[in-house]
């Protein structure tokens, strides 16, 4: 091309897309234009290739221009059509596509319950970005802050419920989910948007960082961030219910001594000293919440057992022999040697030799693995590069459960989180989300695109979401 400033343009466009890009008033200016127009500096198209509404495994986005700031950021429920399309190979390095890049509008497709919008970060926010996208991937939590929309939620103290009260309002629900696979997916996106709401949130995470939605001058922990807002949400809840937090948090105030203990009889008519954490249920807790039970077994004494509440399972993947998700679930489980244990009824004075095991009495709705990649110590944090395959369909060994509660134990994949780079408090977020069409989808900040299962098993993933069958 001759002429640098003049663009070649393949494939099929109506009467009011091709006025719009050669600058001319279309025939029947009165006919009403369902997608409303986006601005957009047209010699950095580049060129255009094929059908839009047909395109599948491939990246398909809306490109502003390098440096440009998008005349958009806060605006919602427009949609927009794909002006340029990338293949796979592409992709390198896991970065996906430049940052001023943004997804397509096609023909709906109800995914989720809302329609997908991308999120803008405007410095070192992409760990709450993914996160949040993440938990978008969890119709059960959407449907928890959909409810949330609707009741009267106090201006003052409830900082996390009235930040996801906000979010999810700025998205656009659409009725009726649709699980079958098609052979042309097909998915529409509004325009990205800053997640301010989250401001309160964000300072309340890390109060010695000034800076927050607006930028920040570090990097922050996914993990840490996710479980920091689900214990915090868990506890608004409960406040909002009328119960306290700090009521759980002492079982004195909620129970006695011999409803926290009592003996059971187990396999073999063997008994067990049992002892349960006492918590309130929440909305929350309904959704990600599990319970594990560790059971102490010491010569001599009966065996001491421990039910204990959890949100998040967090799994080493050190060990060599770690090579998939199975393998971390299983060295989970696995017995570990007590040498130094005293037990509460022991017949002789002193410490004994016992073995604890820990098993999953209750499994949750959506689990959440978390693949323990990083380390801290003295010298500031490592990262553990290591490849670790996850499978789309996990069912949990029987070895995991409890005897007495092996129903519910296969899973199937609806998110990942992946961290990018050597270190925790440096590197790049994304998330893979599934929808229930099959589709995948990889946003990475504002960015959204499609993308393979193959791309999704990529065996570096930090957090994992399995939604129980």
Not at 3 to 10: N, Q, Y
Not at 428 to 444: E, I, M
Request: with cysteine; glycine share 6%.
């Amino acid at each position: 091309m001759s002429d640098p400033s003049k663009v070649l343009l393949f494939g099929s466009f109506s009467e009011d897309e091709t006025c719009s890009l050669l600058n001319k008033k279309p025939s029947n200016p009165h006919k009403p234009d369902k997608r409303k127009e986006t601005t957009a500096n047209l010699p950095n198209l580049g060129v255009m290739f094929g059908s839009f509404s047909d395109i599948r495994d491939s990246q398909v986005v809306f490109s502003t221009g390098a440096g440009d700031t998008p005349p958009y950021t806060n605006q919602k429920g427009s949609n927009f059509r794909a002006l340029q399309v990338l293949d796979d190979n592409d992709e390198k390095d896991g970065k996906v596509i430049p940052k001023n890049q943004y997804y397509k509008d096609a023909p709906v497709v109800d995914a989720q319950g809302i329609t997908p919008r991308g999120l803008i970060n405007s410095g070192n926010l992409c760990f709450l970005n993914a996160t949040l996208q993440a938990l978008l991937a969890c119709f059960p939590f959407i449907q928890l802050l959909l409810g949330l929309r609707k009741r009267n939620i106090p201006k003052v103290g409830y900082p996390i419920l009235t930040a996801f009260a906000e979010f999810i309002g700025e998205f656009d629900v659409v009725g009726g989910t649709n699980s079958k696979k098609k052979d042309n997916v097909e998915i529409e996106a509004d325009r990205p948007f800053n997640p301010t709401m989250f401001e309160v949130v964000l300072r309340k995470f890390t109060p010695d960082v000034s800076c927050s939605t607006s930028g920040r001058p570090r990097q922050e922990d996914a993990q840490e961030f996710l479980s920091f807002i689900m214990d915090q949400m868990h506890d608004e809840l409960l406040k909002l219910g009328g119960k306290s937090h700090l009521d759980e948090r002492n079982p004195t105030l909620i129970s006695t001594s011999e409803d926290d203990e009592w003996e059971t009889v187990g396999r073999k008519n063997k008994s067990a000293v049992t002892r349960t954490q006492s918590f309130f249920p929440s909305e929350l807790r309904s959704i990600f919440g599990g319970e594990l039970q560790s059971t102490v077994k010491a010569k001599g004494n009966k065996a001491s057992v421990t039910v204990e509440p959890f949100l998040l399972l967090h799994l080493d993947i050190s060990g060599e022999v770690i090579r998939t998700i199975e393998d971390a679930l299983r060295l989970f489980s696995t017995p570990e040697t007590l040498d130094e244990y005293r037990a509460a009824t022991a017949v002789k004075v002193g410490v004994v030799a016992a073995r604890k095991f820990i098993n999953i009495k209750t499994l949750p709705k959506i689990m959440i693995l978390h693949l323990k990649r990083f380390s801290y110590g003295s010298y500031g944090s490592t990262k553990l590069h290591k490849a670790v395959h996850f499978p789309l369909d996990l069912a949990l060994s029987r070895d995991l459960l409890v005897p007495s509660n092996v129903e519910g134990r296969r899973y199937e994949l609806v998110a990942t989180v992946t961290h990018q780079g050597r270190e925790a408090s440096k590197g790049h977020y994304t998330a893979d989300v599934r929808y229930p069409n099959g589709q995948w989808l990889r946003f990475d900040d504002a960015s959204l695109t499609t993308i393979s299962t193959s791309k999704v098993l990529h065996e570096q993933a930090y957090v994992l979401f399995y939604k129980q069958l």
